[in-house]
């Protein structure tokens, strides 16, 4: 497995306890920086590109921002139950299927 399919998998681990597979709710998180923030070499190709963390529920002190599903159609849906563009999970060698997102998703902030 690549560096970027390590860090795809680990940012699924932080975030198991609250990942929902089918939510309209989601964060983000910027795939360079969780290089970074686990201390591997190589996500300056990365900085900028967001994985998308699907949520049971709300985040709390966060804010809520209304966004159109079909932004996110040409995403992959990882096994750990997150999302990234399709061509980053090719990359990392990580079996996907295609990310279907709500028609209307809450971005958390």
Avoid: R
């Avoid at 966060?62 to 980053?88: C, Q, R, T």
């Amino acid at each position: 497995m690549t560096d970027l399919g390590d860090i795809l998998k680990k940012i699924g681990e932080e975030f198991k306890e609250d990942i929902w597979a089918k939510s309209d709710k989601y964060c983000l998180v910027d795939i360079g920086k969780a290089f970074e923030a686990f201390g591997v070499k190589g996500g300056d190709k990365y900085e900028g590109v967001k994985a998308v963390v699907p949520l049971k529920k709300g985040q709390k002190d966060s804010i809520a921002i209304l966004v159109n599903g079909k932004d996110l159609s040409d995403y992959a849906h990882l096994e750990s139950g997150i999302a990234v563009p399709e061509w980053v999970a090719e990359e990392a060698g990580l079996t996907y299927k295609t990310y279907e997102p709500k028609e209307s998703m809450t971005l958390y902030m």
